[in-house]
């Protein structure tokens, strides 16, 4: 039994998180305060990149300034450190999502990266003529091209998961369809689209009662509420360091151990191998077999700093004051006249997809712009989901922690400013 | 900075309400389909050429006020020219969108487009404005294929 006075503190530790200090946070992020068009900046296109706090940039810039150097390979000072920190980093991913192994972690270059290696090393291997892969109606294009083009390589069936009105998946339609030639499931933790929040736990489960691996897509679960692949159950999850405020060009694949051991590696190259000869190559244990060539050592390493930052302030904290933010906006743009919002699951992360009576979304987003307002206008690399809600395209904010109610604030008052415009 | 107000002009506002030959056109000799995959706006054009002239000419599709206006404006003032006038039409208008007019009497003999002019001062919206001419002109190289912004 633990002395009390530590439960006490553990107690008051998370009291003192709680609400979040937004103004101290904001001050974290240097491009928070720029201007745009001779406006303050409202940044609401998280969904499509994070920004990044002041401590990642510096990661990096230190990498660059003092480390620089090759990793794996070197025996000189510079090159041990960059393992080092490079390492650490991977150690700091096991961690946030709670993986059982850091070989179990391997560096991609983002989510789309991480779900390709998976089709062409597991599905390749594992998926043969007539089988099939099921994903779901609200999927990225990043998470239906990659099974394309392997269903086509294999002569695999591609399935959809159909979803209703207010962008939830139908369960009883996903055990209908999963049966013995489904191969691998592959969904959204959250959708981009729509936000979403998908009952990833259950839908791994129905799939595990028939030995079926599972796959998510965590590009816009993991930056706003806490993975926990174990608790999960998943066999295999993706998400990209850019969208969790950390630097472009680095991700994370994770992947049980016992799937990446039985699967081939993805390229080949240096790093990836542990003997070459002209007759035969005996690949690299796990998780090197899967990281061929130089990887983004910077990338790494910033992503390690964005992993501390994000922990630091504690996801629990980010979801319930995102969770916050979203009730807020939800009701502040329902006033506005014509407007609709697209995607109204009952679990929804902080994404409003929105379209208004006769005004196209990239007329929405160019007004917004020049109010200093940065939201998303399009398809959102969701093509299928924008046929499934009739509509050509969206305007879409989507928020972090980092955003305030006056933010939401400006965003509606900007909302009126179009109408005005085209009304 | 650049001004909302120069972008959306009345006239287009106008064009974008109620947009002109905005219907498919039957007995079309030539047609193509336009589509710009970073905003999902999409536009077929139809013509009617008789004797190297523009008899009809007609277009259908969804996207924002600007290539909707765009497509409007262009249609009603490509009818009747020869194809030589549309080309040269063509070239006038793409040197506009990208902020290359030369003079004000450049801008003169593009007429009514040029409230198109305000378009180059926010790049993100130059393809929208651009997506129908570029699909006028596939559409009478025939092929009768896609064409893409990107």
Redesign the interface.
Not at chain 1, 358 to 363: A, F, I, L, T
Not at chain 2, 38 to 42: A, H, S, T, V
């Given at each position: 039994m633990k002395p009390a006075h530590e439960v006490t503190d553990a107690k008051s530790w998370r009291g003192a998180r709680s609400p979040l200090d937004v103004a101290r946070i904001r001050e974290d992020f240097p491009i928070l305060k720029r201007q745009v068009?001779?406006k303050p900046l409202v940044y609401l296109d998280n969904a499509a990149t994070g920004q990044k706090p002041q401590v990642v940039i510096d990661a990096v810039n230190r990498y660059y300034a003092t480390e620089n150097s090759n990793i794996h390979r070197g025996i000189h000072f510079l090159s041990e450190i960059a393992t080092a920190d490079y390492e650490e980093s991977r150690a700091k991913v096991k961690r946030f999502l709670n993986a059982s192994d850091t070989g179990e972690i391997i560096f991609v270059r983002g989510t789309t990266e991480g779900i390709n290696l998976v089709a062409q090393s597991y599905g390749r291997r594992f998926v043969k003529q007539g089988d099939e892969i099921l994903i779901s109606a609200m999927e990225h294009h990043s998470n239906i091209v990659p099974w394309q083009i392997l269903c086509e390589q294999v002569g695999a069936r591609l399935r959809v998961v159909p979803m209703n009105h207010d962008g939830e998946l139908l369960i009883e339609e996903y055990e209908r369809l999963l049966n013995d030639r489904t191969k691998l499931v592959s969904v959204a933790h959250v959708s981009n689209a729509l936000g979403t929040v998908n009952p990833v736990k259950q839908l791994v489960e129905m799939a595990h009662r028939r030995k079926i691996p599972v796959l998510l897509d965590g590009a816009q679960a993991a930056p706003h509420m806490k993975v926990d692949v174990q608790e999960l159950g998943c066999d295999f999850y993706a998400f990209s360091g850019h969208k969790l405020f950390g630097p472009t060009g680095i991700g994370i694949l994770y992947g049980k151990s016992k799937h990446l051991e039985a699967m081939p590696p993805y390229q080949g190259g240096g790093d990836m191998i542990s003997l070459v000869t002209f007759e035969k190559t005996h690949y690299n244990i796990l998780p090197y077999k899967f990281e061929a060539g130089t990887p983004h050592i910077a990338g790494g390493v910033g992503l390690g700093a964005a992993v501390d930052y994000l922990s630091g302030i504690g996801l629990e904290a980010v979801t319930a004051y995102e969770k916050e933010l979203l009730a807020y906006a939800t009701e502040a743009l329902c006033t506005v006249q014509g407007l609709r919002i697209i995607g109204t699951a009952k679990e929804k992360a902080a994404v409003l997809s929105f379209v208004l009576d006769?005004?196209?979304?990239?007329?929405i987003g160019?007004?917004l712009d020049?109010e200093g307002v940065a939201i998303r206008?399009?398809?959102h690399c969701a093509?299928p989901v924008?046929q499934r809600f009739g509509v050509?395209?969206t305007a879409r904010a989507s928020f972090a922690f980092y955003n305030t109610k006056e933010e939401v604030d400006v965003l509606v008052r900007a909302v009126h400013k179009v109408l005005k415009?085209?009304r | 900075?650049?001004e909302?107000s120069d972008?959306?002009q009345e006239v287009i506002?106008d064009h974008n309400?109620s947009p002109r030959n905005f219907h498919k056109l039957e007995g079309a000799t030539r047609t193509a389909e336009g589509y710009n995959p970073?905003?999902?706006?999409?536009v077929t054009v139809y013509i009617k050429l008789e004797g190297g002239v523009i008899k009809e000419i007609s277009f259908e599709g969804?996207?924002?006020?600007?290539s909707?206006a765009s497509a409007s404006m262009m249609t009603d003032s490509l009818k009747g020219k020869t194809l030589a006038e549309a080309e040269g039409l063509f070239e006038a208008v793409h040197k506009m969108l990208k902020g290359e007019m030369d003079s004000d009497a450049d801008l003169l003999g593009i007429g009514k487009l040029a409230v198109l002019s305000g378009v180059c001062n926010?790049p993100?919206?130059v393809k929208?404005a651009s997506l129908s001419w570029h699909t006028f002109r596939a559409a009478l190289q025939g092929g009768g294929g896609m064409t893409s912004t990107e």
């Open positions: 068009h001779g006769g005004v196209h979304p990239h007329d160019t007004v020049q206008a399009g398809h093509m924008m050509p395209a415009v085209f | 900075m650049s909302l972008l959306y506002l309400k970073l905003c999902g706006d999409k969804s996207g924002c006020a600007i909707k926010f993100a919206r929208c």
